[in-house]
């Protein structure tokens, strides 16, 4: 089902996967401040959904997210309709920590704000034919949606400032090389590898599932130690759920696992 009235954005839920399309077509789904605060409202009702597993970002056309609407900017859009306080700013933050996997299905152009928001997911794909680029520099500005945090842990910090303090436009294979993206489709393909993913967290252990993301969230905070024994915890609780009783007893017996959903 669609979830409240958007502009910008669309909505789409149904139990475990919901979608999130940038929706501004006639601007290659270009960012305005209505788009910042329709996906913050999208998402945190997202990320309150018990029975969501998996989220996918993407965007509508041919484009993903090219950044800041510039000719909005520059005609004087900011001074007009919803103005953005820095807590408006948690679109990166919520795609990073909601419970369910967040998958950015990058579909064409994802620079600025967009790459920002596309770095905070859990997982990238994209089209082969797609171009990247941190763009904050080249307009001006320092940048905004937590690149540096995210893009620092994906790339390593060298390339990270690179790819801030030199802006250049990269394609999707050199994105794959240096880690930004985890899987590269062909234009014509895309759509069913983005299937193919979502279907297989999908069909992991719901409860496995929502325990792996939360170890991830916490090994970011946690030293070494203090993490292997939270994760520790989690383990030995999970290894008696019905669900990993269920994968098991699936396993020895060959067949696919049929689990409870919690």
């Not at 041919?62 to 953005?84: H, K, M, Y």
């Not at 820095?86 to 704000?113: I, R």
Request: glycine residues 10%; hydrophobic residues 45%.
């Amino acid at each position: 089902m669609t979830t409240g009235a958007f502009e910008t954005i669309r909505y789409e839920s149904n139990g475990p996967l919901a979608t999130l399309t940038l929706h501004r077509p006639d601007h290659r789904n270009a960012m305005t401040n209505q788009m910042v605060l329709e996906a913050g409202r999208a998402l945190s009702l997202a990320a309150r959904d018990p029975e969501l597993r998996v989220l996918v970002l993407t965007g509508t056309g041919r484009s993903f997210c090219p950044g800041a609407d510039l000719e909005w900017v520059t005609t004087g859009g900011t001074g007009s309709g919803e103005r953005l306080t820095p807590e408006d700013f948690d679109v990166p933050v919520l795609l990073h920590e909601m419970p369910a996997v967040t998958v950015a299905a990058v579909n064409g152009a994802c620079a600025g704000a967009g790459l920002g928001w596309a770095c905070a997911c859990d997982l990238r794909i994209t089209t082969r034919s797609a171009r990247f680029n941190t763009a904050f520099l080249d307009v001006g500005v320092a940048g905004d949606m937590g690149g540096p945090w995210t893009l620092t842990r994906l790339v390593g910090a060298a390339r990270a400032r690179e790819l801030y303090f030199l802006p250049v436009k990269f394609d999707a294979d050199t994105a794959a090389g240096i880690g930004l993206v985890g899987r590269v489709a062909d234009d014509d393909e895309f759509a069913d590898v983005v299937e193919d993913v979502v279907a297989r967290l999908l069909a992991a252990s719901p409860a496995a599932l929502r325990t792996l993301k939360a170890n991830f969230l916490d090994a970011e905070r946690l030293g070494f130690a203090d993490f292997v024994r939270l994760e520790a915890r989690r383990h030995l609780e999970l290894f008696t759920h019905a669900d990993t009783l269920e994968a098991f007893a699936a396993k020895v017996e060959k067949r696919t696992p049929s689990f409870g959903g919690s």
